[in-house]
């Protein structure tokens, strides 16, 4: 016969165990009746969402510095179109060194 004790105040034997008395040993027989909770699960469920976290992180860093490069490239390519523009402007303005700014104009359309 089996007598379970569930309550904390209960003797003898703790809570959540069933107390059932043998007559072969001299030491009580315990057995869960609640199944504890698994720790290799949580566990394994805390390294996935440790993984998960450091992969979005990782993402995150990758979009920024490809925005980072391409707001890079945009500028390097607006100030290679405006200095052209910027050398003719002073060109009119002044004529007498025009050949030289011409050059440097060449120069810059060369690279």
Do not use: E
Not at 2 to 9: A, D, E, F, L
Not at 24 to 47: D, E, G, V, Y
Not at 61 to 75: E, G, K, S, Y
């Amino acid at each position: 016969m089996v007598k379970r004790y569930n309550s904390i105040g209960s003797l003898p034997g703790a809570p959540g165990f069933s107390f059932s008395p043998s007559n072969t040993s001299s030491l009580p027989s315990f057995r869960f009746i609640k199944i504890p909770q698994n720790s290799k699960a949580t566990t394994i469920n805390t390294l996935v969402i440790v993984v998960v976290a450091i992969i979005i992180i990782v993402i995150i860093i990758i979009i920024v510095i490809v925005i980072i490069v391409i707001i890079l490239t945009i500028l390097t390519i607006l100030t290679i179109l405006t200095i052209p523009i910027i050398l003719t402007i002073l060109t009119i303005h002044h004529p007498s060194s025009s050949s030289s700014s011409l050059t440097i104009v060449v120069i810059v359309f060369r690279l």
